[in-house]
């Protein structure tokens, strides 16, 4: 198992980079046959959500179109528990199917901010596909559409997760060492 380390904190491999992509062209593919023969906008809540959504992009083969919108809600290991819309989206999402692309929902405070937010605009259909699912720690009651992996309620880095904005360019995902 491959450790690496950043700053004070010591992380081993949780998920191989072919692991992640497998489970992204599931994901891909279940997205075409949910929405044939429509168009979706696919959007990305940035910083974390860029490296699930180059590689969801590319494993959609419906007409789409791409948007980021950023928000946070963390700071080092820890949500702070408020959310800040640093920016918004380019377009209209009114009668529009929407899947909001997220790296990691793990209290569903942040994508329940989300949701809300874009429900006021309303979409035709709105959906979530994250790539990880922290379920011991989920604190709301919504449905989440596409996930790719449910994880244990630890802290994880890599494939555009961060520790204090280190971390995102590996292919792998890391867990947070216990020893």
Do not use: W
Not at 45 to 54: D, E, I, K, R, T
Not at 113 to 139: C, G, H, N, S, Y
Request: hydrophobic fraction near 45%.
């Amino acid at each position: 198992m491959k450790k690496i380390q950043l700053k004070d904190k010591v992380f081993e491999t949780y998920l191989t980079a072919a692991q992640i992509q497998t489970r992204i062209q599931a994901l891909g593919t279940q997205i075409d046959t949910d929405f044939a023969g429509q168009e979706v906008v696919l959007l990305g809540v940035l910083n974390g959500s860029f490296m699930v959504m180059a590689d969801l992009v590319r494993a959609i083969h419906i007409p789409l179109t791409c948007e980021f919108l950023r928000i946070s809600s963390y700071q080092g290991t820890q949500s702070t528990g408020k959310i800040e819309t640093v920016f918004g989206i380019g377009q209209s999402m009114e009668g529009k199917n929407v899947i909001i692309v997220e790296d990691i929902v793990d209290t569903g405070t942040s994508m329940a901010f989300l949701t809300q937010f874009l429900a006021e605009q309303k979409p035709k259909r709105l959906a979530i596909a994250t790539l990880l699912f922290k379920k011991e720690a989920f604190l709301h009651n919504y449905a989440l559409d596409y996930v790719g992996f449910e994880i244990p309620n630890k802290f994880v880095v890599g494939f555009g997760l961060d520790y204090d904005g280190l971390g995102r360019n590996f292919p792998d995902i890391y867990q947070i060492s216990t020893l």
